[in-house]
T-cell receptor
Framework: ETGVTQTPRHLVMGMTNKKSLKCEQH?????MYWYKQSAKKPLELMFV???????ENNSVPSRFSPECPNSSHLFLHLHTLQPEDSALYLC?????????????FGEGSRLTVL | GENVEQHPSTLSVQEGDSAVIKCTYS??????FPWYKQELGKRPQLIID?????GEKKDQRIAVTLNKTAKHFSLHITETQPEDSAVYFC????????????FGTGTRLKVLA
């Protein structure tokens, strides 16, 4: 499989659950990102990893916890979420370490928090 | 803080007409401005971009113009077709402080057949 793949595509969870979103890129890129997409709002950068090191943490609540075990995989661990966290979570990757390269997005994980 | 304003939020045009979407950015150090297209239920994909040393770039029916002095850039789609219907996002790459993209709020374009 090529490109950026995200699983699961849809997730419904209660506020006390713990779940994880997974992202895998097959493009040989060095940087990976998590974005949050909510209706009528700009794409919101959450985390950036470059060469497996976190280089950006955009004031995200601690109930979101990223993990980047290698340059091809990125996880977003979720626990004790709030209903306002319901959104589409997009993973992306880019080539190089300047972070200004073209973003290749996955199709997203649609999260609903009850 | 840094932000990118995008207008309009929705745009309907007749097939064959032109569509223009405008964005304004706040960080004068920004040097790269991509446009992404997101079809319903699909991932955003880059359609065209422009760097700060160029005033205009064209790729078939789409073009982007940049006015650095006024800090705004625009997407132009000519001879629109139904498959152009999507949400379009502009972005600016921020160099001040942190290195990252700031996105606009998106424009939903509907091309009416």
């Amino acid at each position: 499989e090529t490109g950026v793949t995200q699983t699961p595509r849809h997730l419904v969870m209660g506020m006390t659950n713990k779940k994880s979103l997974k992202c895998e890129q097959h493009l040989g890129h060095n940087a990976m990102y998590w974005y949050k997409q909510s209706a009528k709002k700009p794409l919101e950068l959450m985390f950036v990893y470059s060469l497996e090191e976190r280089v950006e943490n955009n004031s995200v609540p601690s109930r979101f916890s990223p993990e980047c075990p290698n340059s091809s995989h990125l996880f977003l661990h979720l626990h004790t979420l709030q209903p306002e966290d319901s959104a589409l979570y997009l993973c992306a990757s880019s080539h190089g370490t300047s972070l200004s390269g073209e973003l290749f997005f996955g199709e997203g994980s649609r999260l609903t928090v009850l | 803080g840094e932000n990118v304003e995008q207008h309009p939020s929705t745009l309907s045009v007749q097939e064959g007409d032109s569509a223009v979407i405008k964005c304004t950015y706040s960080d004068s150090a920004s040097n790269y401005f991509p446009w992404y297209k997101q079809e319903l239920g699909k991932r955003p994909q880059l359609i065209i971009d422009i760097r700060s040393n160029v005033g205009e770039k064209k790729d078939q029916r789409i073009a982007v113009t940049l006015n650095k002095t006024a800090k705004h850039f625009s997407l132009h789609i000519t001879e629109t077709q139904p498959e152009d219907s999507a949400v379009y996002f502009c972005a600016a790459f921020i160099l001040s402080g942190t290195y990252k993209y700031i996105f606009g709020t998106g424009t939903r374009l509907k091309v009416l057949a």
